[in-house]
């Protein structure tokens, strides 16, 4: 069911430092962050097979993408970090992204990235968000146009000159193709969700989150969804294969304090009696997630808006909410 979670999106361990954004009441979302870097700053694509467009590039850092199992014919949310070859993450860099064929011709792009701030205010901390620190994460919008087996790699300007990223190949499907997540404008998969309430009161048993995750553990997504927007946050903090899932869970709490009294907010852990062995829960094989994590906001009609697959900042996840709750 899963993609190669271990060899990919494990390589891109993400968390969120320090203090910062929204959390004080709220809701008006930070504006979407621009690239500042321009097309021109980079190499053109025109009449490019991969290895010419790298020809005269030195080798650079690691792409380490956290967006893999969301790829799909369309236009792509691709988010990444960098690296260096001593696996250092790489902050404030300008970064364009490139699509190739398999044979590493048919290039596209360069496709800038912005970057968002990955910081989350203290008190939305949990104990257990044990990933290593990074201050923001890049994300470029990415059109693939065919699907099939698909490069993605990028150039970076680091110190003043152009250097060439690793890159990653995936195998792009079909927009629509079965067996896939919900996608905009798809019916939000109708399952129930535990709750604080029916184990008992006891919510370390439906959220690895120290301490749980409780306001987003108090409706049942069969009991809201068509009702009231939703943001739905699939996630297992304490054995999350991308040490990704704490993170998202404290952004999810974040903008949940902004919004809760405009949308839901609910965690659906990922392993039944969050324990690895027991396997997938339910609800993860009833909306056919490959990876972990994954938000869904989710219209009051009940039709996903938008989805994050792995890391997203709080200013994404704020814009996409309020989005939803805008005529609310």
Same mark, same amino acid.
């Not at 902050?91 to 048919?106: E, F, K, M, P, Q």
């Not at 370390?204 to 939703?230: E, F, H, N, Q, Y």
């Not at 739905?232 to 903008?255: E, K, N, W, Y």
């Given at each position: 069911?899963?993609?190669?979670?271990?060899?990919? +999106?494990?390589? +891109?361990?993400?968390?969120l430092?320090g203090?910062?954004?929204?959390?004080?009441?709220?809701? *008006?979302?930070?504006?979407?962050?621009?690239?500042?870097?321009?097309?021109?700053?980079?190499?053109?694509?025109?009449?490019?097979?991969?290895?010419?467009?790298?020809?005269?590039?030195?080798?650079?850092?690691i792409?380490?993408?956290?967006?893999?199992?969301?790829?799909?014919?369309?236009?792509?949310?691709? +988010?990444?970090?960098?690296?260096?070859?001593?696996?250092?993450?790489?902050?404030?860099?300008?970064? +364009?992204?490139?699509?190739?064929?398999?044979?590493?011709? *048919?290039?596209?792009?360069?496709?800038?990235?912005?970057?968002?701030?990955?910081?989350?205010?203290?008190?939305?901390?949990?104990?257990?968000?044990?990933?290593?620190?990074?201050?923001?994460?890049?994300?470029?919008?990415?059109?693939?146009?065919?699907?099939?087996?698909?490069?993605?790699?990028?150039?970076?300007?680091?110190?003043?000159?152009?250097?060439?990223?690793?890159?990653?190949?995936?195998?792009?499907?079909?927009?629509?193709?079965?067996?896939?997540?919900? *996608?905009?404008?798809?019916?939000?998969?109708?399952?129930?969700?535990p709750?604080?309430?029916?184990?008992?009161?006891?919510?370390?048993?439906?959220?690895?989150?120290?301490?749980?995750?409780?306001?987003?553990?108090?409706?049942?997504?069969?009991?809201?969804?068509?009702?009231?927007?939703?943001?739905?946050?699939?996630?297992?903090?304490?054995?999350?294969?991308?040490?990704?899932?704490?993170?998202?869970?404290?952004?999810?709490?974040?903008?949940?304090?902004?919004?809760?009294?405009?949308?839901t907010?609910?965690?659906?852990?990922?392993?039944?009696?969050?324990?690895?062995?027991?396997?997938?829960?339910?609800?993860?094989?009833?909306?056919?997630?490959?990876?972990?994590?994954?938000?869904?906001?989710?219209?009051?009609?009940?039709?996903?808006?938008?989805?994050?697959?792995?890391?997203?900042?709080?200013g994404?996840?704020?814009?996409?909410?309020?989005?939803?709750t805008?005529?609310?």
């Amino acid at each position: 069911m899963r993609v190669a979670l271990s060899v990919i +999106a494990a390589s +891109a361990v993400l968390a969120l430092a320090g203090c910062g954004s929204s959390g004080d009441g709220s809701t *008006n979302p930070p504006p979407s962050p621009q690239p500042t870097a321009k097309a021109q700053d980079f190499p053109s694509a025109k009449g490019k097979t991969l290895t010419s467009l790298r020809a005269d590039l030195p080798a650079g850092p690691i792409l380490a993408p956290t967006t893999v199992g969301s790829l799909e014919v369309g236009d792509n949310r691709v +988010a990444f970090a960098l690296r260096d070859r001593a696996n250092k993450l790489l902050n404030g860099a300008d970064v +364009a992204l490139y699509t190739t064929d398999h044979d590493g011709g *048919n290039v596209k792009g360069p496709y800038l990235a912005h970057t968002e701030s990955l910081n989350v205010q203290t008190q939305f901390r949990a104990q257990n968000a044990d990933a290593e620190p990074v201050g923001s994460l890049y994300v470029a919008m990415v059109p693939i146009r065919k699907a099939g087996k698909r490069v993605i790699t990028g150039v970076a300007r680091l110190d003043g000159r152009l250097v060439a990223t690793t890159g990653f190949e995936l195998t792009i499907p079909k927009r629509g193709q079965k067996g896939r997540p919900p *996608n905009v404008g798809d019916k939000a998969i109708d399952v129930h969700t535990p709750t604080i309430a029916s184990v008992g009161g006891d919510a370390a048993k439906i959220s690895t989150r120290i301490p749980p995750a409780d306001p987003m553990l108090k409706d049942d997504l069969a009991s809201v969804v068509g009702k009231k927007p939703i943001v739905l946050v699939f996630a297992t903090p304490q054995l999350c294969q991308s040490r990704i899932c704490g993170p998202v869970v404290d952004v999810a709490m974040q903008v949940q304090s902004d919004y809760g009294d405009k949308a839901t907010f609910i965690q659906q852990e990922i392993y039944k009696n969050n324990k690895i062995a027991d396997g997938y829960t339910p609800q993860v094989n009833a909306w056919r997630l490959p990876t972990e994590p994954w938000i869904f906001v989710i219209g009051k009609d009940g039709r996903v808006m938008s989805r994050f697959e792995g890391a997203v900042s709080v200013g994404e996840l704020e814009r996409a909410v309020a989005a939803a709750t805008k005529e609310t």
